[in-house]
């Protein structure tokens, strides 16, 4: 008979009883996990992470991924907020220019506006930190500090009135077309974000969400 081996270590595992259905279980010594050779639920199998993130980030919204891959919608959300709990930011290099800019959304209703500002690395066009909430200096001043952090060379933003009280003046530039790759970055969010499309019946119910898909799409 063929020998079982680990999902994650590749080790020799060994029979652990079976499941309701009568599937062979086993179990890892070296990573004390139990585990089947084969699942019935799509959720369970390995790749599905993967394929979610896929999907996410090609402009499907949380129930027609659960109606692709066949998981709930509630393991849907579930997996995406545990994928991104595991994702940090990058770290950021000194010295760099950035350009910061807000986009409106709605959370939990399409009465309840939100804005996603965030800070977009000119040269290696990477997002470096990000913050949903209102259009108040205490959001903005999340991501302007962290940029501020990093002694940047420049730092260009749209003639918002809050960005001349965060940034100094010396280092900050509000000249027309200077904020051109975040506007376009805008739009390809819009894009490849169900719940950031225009005009549709997507979008976010909670922010904890909003903020989870947005880590997954900058930073997985
Ligand atoms: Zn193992």
Redesign the pocket.
Known sequence: MKKMK?K??S?ICVKNGKTQQGRQRYY?R??K?SQQAEYIYEACKTNTNSKLVKLLKEGCGVRSISRILDISPKTVNRRLLSISNDLRAPLIKRGNSYEIDEMCTYVGSKTKRRYIAYALDIKSKEVVSFVVGTRTKKTLEHVTSTVLLSNPKQIFTDKLNIYKSLLPEEIHCTKQYSINHIERMNLTLRTHLKRLNRRTICYSKSSLMLVACLKIYFWY
């Open positions: 680990c994650k270590c080790q890892c070296l990573c996990e």
